[in-house]
């Protein structure tokens, strides 16, 4: 089945502890993306890539990371996770960017950081 | 800059009436569009796309939408509302290239039996 999978699904951590979201797709797609859903504000891009070691920033990245060693795998990094990065995590990917193939996304990760 | 407008933060109406849920973007040139929903506890799912081709759009369950670009809106309709039907919905533009996606704060619907 083709899919995005995102883990874990909820995580609780505690401020300034590193943490990792794996974000994997199995649709050989290149474009990839992390976005963060808070109340009221819908889904706000943090990072992006077009494609392997190819990253760029979003709307929201301070406090972030990524990579994209593998065309699969695209892993969201908090090294020193804030309260304020509580949020809703979802990623997404797309054979290409733009309207034509239409993206896929994940289930979504819940973070609580206390 | 680029935006998206859901105009209403939540919507609520009867089961079996109809479903209107309002989207205006800014933009200079035509973008393509797309409504998501969001049910309780679960990811993104499509439900319809516009890419140029016909303005009005029908997408899964019975939504369907209509772009008219001279009053830059993408408005989602259903005739009748359903109880499944309740959810979160997002108005989505792509302005192409790499950033790819811009959402809408979106609109809760709620269903009364």
């Known amino acids: 089945e083709a899919q995005v999978t995102q883990n874990p699904r909820y995580l609780i951590t505690v401020t300034g502890k590193k943490l990792t979201v794996t974000c994997s797709q199995n649709?050989?797609?290149?474009?990839m993306s992390w976005y963060r859903q808070d109340p009221g504000l819908g889904l706000r891009q943090i990072y992006y890539?077009?494609?392997?070691?190819?990253?760029d920033k979003g709307d929201v990245p301070e406090g972030y990371k990524v990579s994209r060693k593998e065309k699969r795998n695209f892993p969201l990094i908090l090294e020193s996770p804030s309260p304020n990065q509580t949020s809703l995590y979802f990623c997404?990917?797309?054979?290409?960017?733009?309207?034509?193939?239409?993206?896929?996304f994940g289930s979504g990760t819940r973070l609580t950081v206390v | 800059a680029q935006s998206v407008t859901q105009l209403d933060s939540h919507v609520s109406v009867s089961e079996g009436t109809p479903v209107l849920l309002r989207c205006n973007y800014s933009?200079?040139?035509?973008?393509?569009l797309f409504w998501y929903v969001q049910h309780p506890n679960k990811g993104l799912q499509l439900l319809l796309k516009?890419?140029?081709?016909?303005?009005l759009v029908k997408g899964i369950n019975g939504f369907e939408a209509e772009f008219k670009k001279s009053e830059t809106s993408f408005h989602l309709t259903k005739p009748s509302a359903h109880m499944s039907d309740a959810a979160e919905y997002f108005c989505?533009?792509?302005?192409?290239?790499?950033?790819?996606?811009?959402f809408g704060s979106g609109t809760r619907l709620q269903v009364q039996p």
């Open positions: 997404a990917s797309s054979l290409v960017p733009g309207p034509i193939y239409g993206y896929t």
């Open positions: 933009s200079s040139y035509s973008p393509s």
């Open positions: 649709m050989n797609h290149e474009y």
């Open positions: 516009y890419t140029s081709a016909a303005t």
């Open positions: 890539s077009m494609n392997v070691e190819v990253t």
């Open positions: 989505v533009v792509s302005w192409g290239g790499r950033r790819a996606l811009t």
